[in-house]
């Protein structure tokens, strides 16, 4: 699976707090990106938000498109590890994956902002193949391989036929999930309007019906 490395080095504290300047940090700028975007927020909007000054930003990135490429990176691997924390304690299959969607879609997408792996690429899709394009690359890519991975253990398990395309389900459940958060945002509709035609989705790529009760139980429930 691919992953994203940090280029930070030297992490330090804010004095009179516990948490590293760099999570604190992260965290500031993770939020403004997911509300105005990637690049519609400064360096001077997260040193304000945590009320210190630019020279502390500065001794840790070398610019404004390193902290952005850190920022992708960090969201991408708290994403998975999200998502492998759930897996730890649910049977594989679609099961699982009925679990890491419900996550995705509640953790992220509804939340402020949406999820940022979806806003980002879009974001980027026009940009040059710079760092932070080849950053949201990666991300989208990570993501793209942990669905597939539920979906080939859904396949071992007999709960979808062997000839079923793993790469085209993922992308057409990651398509889905685009639309929720565009839906859902943009629009202001309950994802409860569409969450049932993610049903259709897996059964059209021929998935048993037992399988599938996790998933109805999940577009049954209110959204929130």
Partial sequence: MPTLTSKMVNVQRIPGTSRSTRELVLRAATRLARIHGLEHFSIHDVTSQLGV????????????????????????????????????????????????????????????????????AIECAGRPDDEVRHAMKLAVNAWRSCLRKQLQDAVDLGEFPSTMRQDVLAFEIFSFVLGIQHDCMFLGEAMSLRASRLVSILERHGAIPSALHRLRTLCAQPDH
């Fill in 53 to 120: 000054s630019k020279s502390l930003l500065y001794r840790r990135y070398a610019s404004r498109t390193q902290l952005v490429v850190d920022l992708g990176g960090e969201y991408s691997a708290t994403l998975l590890r999200d998502a492998a924390e759930g897996g730890r304690t649910t049977p594989k299959g679609i099961r699982c994956l009925a679990g890491i969607l419900n996550m995705w879609l509640h953790n992220y997408v509804l939340q402020e902002g949406g999820c940022l792996i979806l806003s980002g």
